[in-house]
């Protein structure tokens, strides 16, 4: 039997979009049409997460993120995600106190850098991503190396993050600016491009992306359903 997967959820759109991943892409696993694991999720007001980044509280953070596991751990689930790259800032804080075992979203896509042979990848997310320690040292780990965009690149794509993708707006001017970063670390020799926020996904696709992308929001869904399923 598939194991209860839990979704620690911050931000809805990128939480929606990994719960749908699992959904939909299970079946094709689990040789059953219709068929995926049980899922359930949790999530404390995204203001407060927000709060708490603006005060540079991560305590809080950690607290939040494990009363959530909490509440999952007594409905049943056995393996919890989070779909959400900034707050993996306190990764190791939450899996060392909580119950459950967790997945981690950079790992998860270092991974599958590595195995696509990778050696150089940029990184566009959040600015607590994208200049946080988290994914040089699981990028690290793989023996590879990642760029980021200038500082004012960095400023913008947080305010287009927090503005209008956890919002769900989408628009054309956006989506041209991401095209134009995303090309620019091209030219600076990566060789992919990190989708460190898991909205971004809903904006930038490989159709339209200069690089090749790897997608933190599905690939930390694919590892849940792979554990799932073991």
């Known amino acids: 039997m598939a194991k209860h ?10 939480a929606a979009l ?23 999720m949790h999530t404390h007001p995204f203001s407060d997460y927000v709060r708490l980044l ?12 494990l009363s959530s596991e909490e509440k999952l751990a007594k409905i049943g689930a056995e393996i919890v995600i989070c779909p959400d790259n900034t707050i993996h800032q306190v990764y190791d804080d939450v899996s060392g106190m909580g119950q459950l075992p967790w997945l981690h979203i950079a790992e998860e896509v270092g991974r599958e850098a590595k195995k696509r042979g990778y050696s150089k990848v940029g990184l566009i ?8 320690p988290f994914y040089e ?11 980021i965009p200038g500082d004012k690149d960095r400023e913008l794509i947080d ?28 030219e600076q020799g990566c060789e992919g491009i990190i989708l460190g ?3 971004i996904p809903l904006i930038v696709n490989e159709e339209t992306s200069p690089l090749p992308i790897l997608d933190s929001t599905r690939l930390l869904a694919r590892a849940a359903l792979r554990y799932s399923l073991k």
Do not use: Q
Request: with cysteine.
């Open 5 to 14: 997967i839990g979704i620690v959820a911050a931000s809805a759109e990128g």
């Open 18 to 40: 990994c719960y749908t991943t699992i959904c939909i892409e299970a079946p094709a696993l689990m040789g059953a049409k219709h068929a995926h694991p049980e899922v359930s």
């Open 54 to 65: 603006e005060a540079g509280n991560w305590g809080g953070v950690t607290a939040l993120m």
């Open 125 to 132: 997310g959040t600015s607590f991503t994208m200049e946080g």
């Open 137 to 147: 040292e699981k990028l690290g780990a793989f023996g590879i190396s990642h760029e």
């Open 159 to 186: 305010k287009i993050i927090f503005d209008e993708l956890v919002a769900a707006r989408f628009t054309s001017e956006s989506r041209v600016y991401f095209t134009a970063v995303i090309n620019e670390l091209k």
């Open 197 to 199: 926020c898991t909205e």
